[in-house]
């Protein structure tokens, strides 16, 4: 038996019900950049980590800088209550998406973590938006 076998697959409707939660709560690069090119947008993309200048520096197309820390119910207040928020963060190894979409939901708003990041986002081979005069600071 091996460690894929070893414990046994969920009946069908569990695996549903797992993954359609996921799903709830998720999202990823491809789908976001899909939306962009399509201009399908209807969610809000928030960069939650870092300081303004390494946001100058390197962002993802269209996404606005708004820290995880930053995030209250008077800064939200500007945005509709039924506005779809996307976080994301560094990548696989920053928990700040999942920082800021845990404040998100706890202010009762809807949102969804881009799996992946910033990592994810230049493996799926997409260009990023940022200045020459900040590129030393993405670095």
């Not at 070893?6 to 939306?35: G, M």
């Not at 390197?58 to 930053?70: D, S």
């Not at 207040?77 to 190894?93: D, K, M, R, S």
């Not at 999942?98 to 973590?113: E, S, W």
Request: proline share 5%; hydrophobic share 45%; with cysteine.
């Amino acid at each position: 038996m091996s460690y894929v076998s070893e414990f046994a697959v969920a009946p069908a409707k569990e695996a549903i019900r797992h993954f359609r939660q996921r799903l709830s709560v998720e999202t990823d690069c491809a789908d976001v950049h899909a939306a962009m090119r399509n201009k399908d947008v209807d969610f809000v993309l928030l960069h939650v980590v870092g300081s303004a200048e390494m946001f100058a520096a390197q962002h993802i197309p269209g996404a606005l800088h708004l820290p995880h820390r930053q995030i209250t119910t008077e800064r939200m207040a500007q945005w509709p209550q039924e506005t779809l928020f996307v976080v994301y963060c560094a990548g696989p190894h920053c928990n700040g998406a999942d920082q800021a979409a845990l404040k998100l939901a706890l202010l009762g708003r809807p949102v969804k973590v881009m799996i992946g990041g910033m990592t994810g986002w230049q493996v799926e081979g997409f260009e990023f938006a940022g200045t020459p005069q900040h590129a030393e600071i993405a670095r």
